[in-house]
């Protein structure tokens, strides 16, 4: 199967980007993007979650109409093009759910909305994000879903997320993690680490990072033999019109392994009972850039 960590086709910068600032542009992206996914999403299955770009349509030809503005606000593109297994997880819409493909057990966050200073980012002035967990945080969940992980059956288990936790552009001078990464962390960290995820993986930044395994931004070891702490991916370098990130202020963290902006690229992951490697590719030449396995 694909998965898709957030920011599914831009398709909130469609005007920007196409120099169609009066046409209503959002829902032709959109539909372009589904029509270039559908040779192998027909044949193979497409995960997705929620990234800052699923949010609204924030173009003028929205934020001119009462209509438009309010019914393309809060992800409701998202929620009504995908359906994901949130049902069958115990979740209460696709922002948040979770599968197994053994040996993996695989959740999906929604690190938009929903948790304490949570970003919620919104272009526009009329409208407001989140409430998909009623009031509450879809942390709960993500507790009760993780104590529920038979490691018999799935002895493997990944988070995945939009916003990442450990990122060499979005940390303080001491690697700790900074403003939304900060938040994130208090928000989820702890959980993790104390049901054992063997890996975090996020999108966001534009860019491919990879850590050594931590917790509380310190390394807890050198080695991928049974580490006690996740890993973090950072696997936001599929490609998109604004580019790469800037990593002229990266901080070099004692947790940091490999940092890369200057390609485009995918991940792959091979899993059997005991070990899985993940290996990221240069999409223009198809050849590995970084590698790790990881062994229980």
Same mark, same amino acid.
């Given at each position: 199967?694909?998965?898709? $960590?957030?920011?599914?086709?831009?398709?909130?910068?469609?005007?920007? /980007?196409?120099?169609?600032?009066?046409?209503?542009?959002?829902?032709?992206?959109?539909?372009?993007?589904?029509?270039?996914?559908?040779?192998?999403?027909?044949?193979?299955? #497409?995960?997705?979650?929620?990234?800052?770009?699923?949010?609204?349509?924030?173009?003028?030809?929205?934020? $001119?109409?009462?209509?438009?503005?309010?019914? $393309?606000?809060?992800?409701?593109?998202?929620?009504?093009?995908?359906?994901?297994?949130?049902?069958?997880?115990?979740? &209460?819409?696709?922002?948040?759910?979770?599968?197994?493909?053994?040996?993996?057990?695989?959740?999906?966050?929604?690190?938009?909305?929903?948790?304490?200073?949570?970003?919620?980012?919104?272009?526009?002035?009329?409208?407001?994000?989140?409430?998909?967990?009623?009031?509450?945080?879809?942390?709960?969940?993500?507790?009760?879903?993780?104590?529920?992980?038979?490691?018999?059956?799935?002895?493997? #288990?990944?988070?995945?997320?939009?916003?990442?936790?450990?990122? #060499?552009?979005?940390?303080?001078?001491?690697?700790?993690?900074?403003?939304?990464?900060?938040?994130?962390?208090?928000?989820?960290?702890?959980?993790?680490?104390? /049901?054992?995820?063997?890996?975090?993986?996020?999108?966001?930044?534009?860019?491919?990072?990879?850590?050594?395994? #931590?917790?509380?931004?310190?390394?807890?070891?050198?080695?991928?033999?049974?580490?006690?702490?996740? @890993?973090?991916?950072?696997?936001?370098?599929?490609?998109?019109?604004?580019?790469?990130?800037?990593?002229?202020?990266?901080?070099?963290?004692?947790?940091? @392994?490999?940092?890369?902006?200057?390609?485009?690229?995918?991940?792959?992951? @091979?899993?059997?009972?005991?070990?899985?490697?993940?290996?990221?590719?240069?999409?223009?030449?198809?050849?590995?850039?970084?590698?790790? &396995? $990881?062994?229980?």
């Amino acid at each position: 199967f694909l998965w898709f $960590l957030g920011d599914i086709g831009y398709a909130d910068d469609s005007f920007i /980007h196409s120099g169609a600032y009066v046409q209503f542009d959002y829902e032709i992206a959109y539909n372009e993007f589904m029509e270039q996914i559908e040779p192998f999403a027909a044949i193979k299955p #497409v995960m997705v979650l929620p990234g800052n770009h699923e949010a609204e349509c924030h173009s003028p030809n929205c934020q $001119l109409s009462s209509t438009k503005v309010h019914q $393309l606000s809060n992800f409701s593109a998202y929620v009504h093009r995908f359906r994901m297994p949130y049902d069958e997880s115990g979740a &209460t819409s696709n922002m948040w759910y979770s599968f197994d493909v053994p040996p993996i057990h695989f959740v999906n966050i929604d690190t938009e909305t929903d948790y304490k200073n949570a970003p919620n980012d919104s272009y526009t002035p009329f409208t407001s994000n989140g409430n998909f967990a009623n009031g509450g945080s879809w942390t709960e969940w993500l507790e009760a879903d993780l104590d529920k992980v038979d490691r018999s059956h799935t002895p493997f #288990v990944f988070v995945g997320g939009h916003r990442p936790i450990y990122s #060499v552009t979005s940390c303080d001078s001491n690697g700790n993690p900074a403003d939304d990464s900060a938040n994130l962390q208090a928000a989820i960290e702890d959980i993790m680490y104390s /049901h054992e995820v063997d890996v975090y993986f996020a999108g966001h930044k534009h860019s491919y990072e990879r850590s050594y395994p #931590v917790y509380k931004a310190a390394k807890e070891s050198d080695s991928y033999d049974a580490p006690r702490a996740p @890993v973090h991916v950072v696997t936001g370098a599929g490609g998109c019109d604004e580019g790469h990130d800037d990593d002229s202020k990266a901080v070099n963290a004692s947790w940091h @392994v490999m940092h890369d902006t200057s390609r485009w690229g995918y991940g792959m992951i @091979v899993a059997d009972e005991t070990s899985f490697t993940w290996t990221q590719y240069d999409a223009a030449t198809d050849t590995a850039i970084d590698t790790f &396995t $990881l062994k229980h």
